[in-house]
């Protein structure tokens, strides 16, 4: 293709090229879990070495895995709140507002760096709906006042928490519950065991990140804002559809989760507020 584009991103950017292959690695097998066409056709207009990426079969399962379980979460709440907001944050070259059917009173927001956003553009057609895009980091204090703040609001940020120190996690949450009049949140963590065998994962080690952030204890979180309830712990080991995974990779995923400490290794929490 002629218009294929440039990769220039690097650290922490870089591997959300890693979770765009991952399902679109997931797309081509023979049993897909998410089917995400869109990521597919994203990928063939990016001129980058996804080999970097050190993505397997197995690894793309698990991507597509942890995306479905939020995709489902995301649309239980769009279901019983029909008038609320979907705060996508950190969401890189996600499609999850072209691949989730959503009604036309939801407001969608994706929200990630300005060079990121930039991308988006060059590579997504405009989902159709009340949809936006905001370009800064999540971490920072403005960006949030351009979200309207009269609807409950389910926000989600996948592969995002555990590249954030805990002051920067505690304070994303404690802004989120702030303003907005309820709703939900949706984030993958480590556990502090994956945070020491970061290294182990290719595509923080190819792309020179460093993970900070781990969650031992999801309760803790609870503390963090009044009111703040946490609805579901997922276990990476335990998450619904292991059995689509690859042979190898349910063999692993069995010997994990029968560790101490390694069962714990990840997570997909669900809080209300």
């Known amino acids: 293709m002629t218009d294929r584009q440039k990769i220039t991103l690097t650290g922490a950017q870089e591997t959300l090229l890693a979770t765009l292959y991952g399902k679109a690695l997931d797309t081509r097998a023979r049993r897909p879990i ?5 990521a597919v056709r994203v990928m063939r207009r990016i001129d980058y070495d996804f080999r970097r990426t050190g993505m397997t079969a197995t690894t793309a399962a698990g991507v597509a895995l942890r995306a479905r379980q939020l995709d489902d979460w995301i649309v239980e709440f769009m279901t019983a709140q029909p008038e609320s907001t979907v705060l996508h944050l950190a969401c890189g070259l996600d499609t999850r507002p072209h691949r ?8 969608w927001v994706d929200v990630d760096y ?8 060059r590579l997504l057609p405009v989902p159709e709906g009340d949809y936006r895009q905001i370009g800064a980091s999540v971490t920072g204090e403005e960006w949030l006042e351009q979200v309207p703040a009269d609807r409950p609001v389910v926000a989600v940020f996948e592969g995002l928490s555990m590249y954030l120190r805990e002051e920067e996690g505690r304070r994303l949450v404690q802004r989120i519950t702030g303003r907005f009049p309820g709703g939900q949140l949706l984030f993958d ?14 595509a923080v080690r190819n792309s020179g990140s460093t993970l900070h952030w781990g969650v031992d204890d999801p309760r ?3 503390g963090w804002h009044e009111g703040l309830v946490c609805l ?5 080991v335990d998450m619904p559809g292991l059995e689509l995974l690859p042979a190898v990779g349910r063999a692993q995923m ?15 929490l669900r809080y209300r507020f």
């Open 254 to 268: 069995w010997v994990l989760a029968r560790i101490p400490g390694l069962r714990d290794v990840g997570r997909i």
């Open 114 to 121: 300005p060079e990121v956003v930039a991308l988006r553009e």
């Open 220 to 222: 803790v979180i609870e």
């Open 34 to 38: 998410l089917g995400d066409q869109e």
């Open 232 to 236: 579901d712990a997922l276990r990476s």
């Open 189 to 202: 963590v480590y556990g502090s065991m994956g945070i020491r065998m970061q290294k182990l994962v290719p």
């Open 100 to 107: 989730l059917a959503r009604p036309a009173t939801v407001r």
